[in-house]
């Protein structure tokens, strides 16, 4: 898309939000994006500029599908982005880039919903995790 004109990439986002992809960085406006998570959340992956990964289209992304948690700034995985994608799903919580984000309570609920996502806990937790699950 790069000879295309921004009218033409606003129309092809609009029947395809994931030509995002294909849509340079300058083109890559508030309107143009909006317009193709509106289409399709998984656009999300394709924002070439990460200032432009605000918290409400982080929320929107997560909230559509946990993956895109990965997608997601380590600095904009706040506790909402967080809280939203293991709301979709606990095993958003593999996806968190900060340990620090990774708290007993999150790692609790992972963990709980599914034993295998205890190999996501931080050392430091994993044990008192473990015995709190089997005395559950």
Known sequence: MDSETYEECLEAVKDDGLLLEDVP???????????????DPWA?????????????????????????????PKKMQTDIVIDAAMGNDPWAFRFIKDESKKTYDRCLEAVGCDGWLIDYVPDDLKERVEKEIENA
């Open 44 to 72: 999300f992956r394709y924002i070439k500029d990460e200032s432009k990964k605000t918290l409400e289209r982080c929320v929107k992304a997560v909230r559509y599908r946990y993956r895109l948690l990965w997608d997601v």
């Open 25 to 39: 960085e300058e083109m890559q406006t508030d309107e143009l994006i909006d317009i193709a998570m509106d289409d």
